[in-house]
Antibody
Framework: QLQLQESGPGLVKPSETLSLTCTVS??????????WGWIRQPPGKGLEWIGS???????YYNPSLKSRVTISVDTSKTQFSLKLSSVTAADTAVYYC????????????WGEGATVAVSS | EIVLTQSPGTLSLSPGERATLSCRAS???????LAWYQQKPGQAPRLLIY???TRATGIPDRFSGSGAGTDFTLTISRLEPEDFAVYYC?????????FGPGTKVDIK
C-alpha cells in the first residue's frame, strides 16, 4: 500500500529557505503513470498547489511561487523534495505531499502533512 | 488561472439529510478534469470523486458527482455522522491546478 511521509524542520526563520522531503513507500516513485506534488494549506484556509515533479526530474510550478520554488526527485532514495526560498510569515502552513496522475492530476494519495511555521 | 467558487460556504444539515454542494469555474472545465476532496480537522484531504463523477476507491455510493462546463455538483444522498467535514473541488485541466475555497458541512 502506497504511503507518503513528509519530513523537515517545523520552524524556519524569515528570509531563509524552507526544505521538506517526502518519502514514498509501498510503490515505485519511478512509475511513468504519476507525478508527485506539493500542496500547502495556511492555518484555517484552503489548499494551494505548489508544484509537481516527474520521476525523470521534469517539473512544473504554480506561477505565483515559481520564482522561489524548487522541487526535485531522488529515485534512489524514493524521495522528492521541496525548497521554498525567502520565506515570510505568509508561508506558514501545513505542507502536504501527494501523488497525482500523469494525464489527470487528481491527488489520490496524500501524506499526513508537515506543519511549518515561519518565525524569528 | 481558472478560479473555482464553491457555494454555500457552510451547509448546516442533520444526519440522514441530502447535501448538495456547488462548484463553479471561471471558465469551462472538461468533465475529465474536476475532482472533489473531503477534509476532516487535523487530517489530509481525501479524494472522493475524479473526472466529475467517478468515485475513488473505497468511497461509498452515497457520494455522487455531476456537472459540465462551468457548473459541478457533489451530492451526498444521506448524510452519515462521518460525512461532516469540509469539501473542496479541484480542477486539473490547466496549470496552475486550483482548488475551490471549500464548503463546510456541519451538524444542524
Amino acid at each position: 500500500q502506497l504511503q507518503l511521509q513528509e519530513s523537515g524542520p517545523g520552524l524556519v526563520k524569515p528570509s531563509e529557505t524552507l526544505s521538506l522531503t517526502c518519502t514514498v513507500s509501498g510503490d515505485s516513485i519511478s512509475s511513468s503513470s504519476y507525478y508527485w506534488g506539493w500542496i500547502r494549506q495556511p492555518p484555517g484556509k484552503g489548499l494551494e498547489w505548489i508544484g509537481s515533479v516527474y520521476y525523470s526530474g521534469s517539473t512544473y510550478y504554480n506561477p505565483s511561487l515559481k520564482s522561489r520554488v524548487t522541487i526535485s526527485v531522488d529515485t534512489s532514495k524514493t524521495q522528492f523534495s521541496l525548497k521554498l526560498s525567502s520565506v515570510t510569515a505568509a508561508d506558514t502552513a501545513v505542507y502536504y505531499c501527494a501523488r497525482g496522475g500523469y494525464y489527470y492530476f487528481y491527488l489520490d494519495v496524500w501524506g499526513e502533512g508537515a506543519t511549518v511555521a515561519v518565525s524569528s | 488561472e481558472i478560479v473555482l467558487t464553491q457555494s454555500p460556504g457552510t451547509l448546516s444539515l442533520s444526519p440522514g439529510e441530502r447535501a448538495t454542494l456547488s462548484c463553479r469555474a471561471s471558465q469551462s472545465v472538461s468533465s475529465s478534469y474536476l475532482a472533489w476532496y473531503q477534509q476532516k480537522p487535523g487530517q489530509a484531504p481525501r479524494l472522493l470523486i475524479y473526472g466529475t463523477s467517478t468515485r475513488a476507491t473505497g468511497i461509498p455510493d452515497r457520494f455522487s458527482g455531476s456537472g459540465a462546463g462551468t457548473d459541478f455538483t457533489l451530492t451526498i444522498s444521506r448524510l452519515e455522522p462521518e460525512d461532516f467535514a469540509v469539501y473542496y473541488c479541484q480542477q486539473y485541466v490547466s496549470s496552475p491546478f486550483t482548488f475551490g475555497p471549500g464548503t463546510k458541512v456541519d451538524i444542524k
